[in-house]
Every structure is written in C-alpha cells, then in structure tokens.
C-alpha cells in the first residue's frame, strides 16, 4: 500500500464542473488524502513546512488541476516553487522525494484536435509536459503518464463520469501499489 497526496488546485472549484467531479471521485479512497490549496491557502501564504512533512508522508504525489494557459494555476506553481526546495527536495542533499510517484491529472477547456500542428494551440498536449516530468526526475521521482480530459467545459455527462472513474482508478491502484 501506498499513500497518495493530491494536490487539487482550482481557483474557484464551483465553477468547474469537470475537476470537481474529479476530485469527488477520489473521495473515500484508502490511503488518499486530498488538499485542495486553494481552499488551504487562500491569501497565497503557503506552510512549507507543514506542506514538506505532509509530502514526506506520503509515497506518491498526484496534481489535478485545470491547464491554465498552458501550464498549472499560480498558486500550485507557489506551491512548487517553496516546498520544494534545493537541497530538499533536489541538489546535493535533496533526496526527500526520491523514489516517491508523480501522476498528473489535467482537464483543458480545448478539444483534442485543438493540440497538434493543424490546431490553434499548435502542438500536441505532450508538448507542454516537460516541465511537470522534469521537476519529477530532478526530485528523483518515477514519472507517469498523465490523464488529460479536453474539451472539459464541454464535455457530456458520461463521458466526464468515465474520466473521472478513470482517474480514480489510476489513483486507487497507485495506493494499492499496482501503477
């Protein structure tokens, strides 16, 4: 068994249909503890010591968070930016994270079409995940596939049902050690 912390960052979770389905998903499940930051931290003032030792005692780390102009909200980046620290985090004696998983969940307004060459954002979603990989592998931490939901202020029921059960199985087996 494994302990996931999810990080879900959305600056206003009522209006977002989508990643607060998502994250409902993950309610109940064993060895999940959600934060929602922006809940936690709404003046942008973050604990980074209490976030550090509530990392430390979790296995895995999981964000949700809606694609903001083609990266994380600002208070996640805050949030990335302070807890994990240099030589915390990563730098010489930075091995607090080592081995510890990062799974990404994004939802993006776009449809799918709308990341490649012949789409308005020009590249493919995968483009824009070198910065979320590259903080895991400098913070020696195993990388996974992201989950992405597109065209997320336009989807259907059923479909955002399915994502959403999707995600929380992707988190469920995380814990249960079988990602």
């Not at 990388?143 to 992405?148: C, L």
């Not at 994502?163 to 087996?173: G, I, K, N, Q, T």
């Amino acid at each position: 068994m494994k302990k996931v912390l999810c990080l879900f960052a959305h600056p206003n979770t009522q209006r977002s249909r989508a990643n607060r389905r998502i994250i409902e998903s993950l309610q109940g499940l064993p060895n999940v503890t959600v934060r929602a930051i922006y809940d936690l931290y709404p003046e942008f003032y973050i604990d980074v010591k209490k976030e550090q030792e509530i990392l430390l005692s979790h296995d895995a780390l999981f964000l949700q968070h809606p694609f903001y102009w083609y990266s994380m909200p600002p208070l996640l980046k805050l949030w990335m930016d302070t807890v994990l620290e240099y030589d915390w985090a990563y730098g010489p004696k930075g091995d607090k994270l080592k081995g510890k998983d990062f799974l990404l969940s994004l939802t993006a307004g776009g449809p799918l079409d709308s990341y490649g060459a012949d789409g308005y954002n020009r590249f493919p979603m995968e483009a824009f995940f070198p910065p979320y990989e590259q903080t895991a592998r400098l913070c020696g931490m195993k990388w996974h596939k992201p989950s992405v939901l597109h065209h997320s202020t336009k989807v259907d029921d059923e479909k955002l049902l399915r994502h959403a059960e999707l995600v929380r199985d992707r988190v469920s087996a995380l814990a249960m050690g079988r990602h």
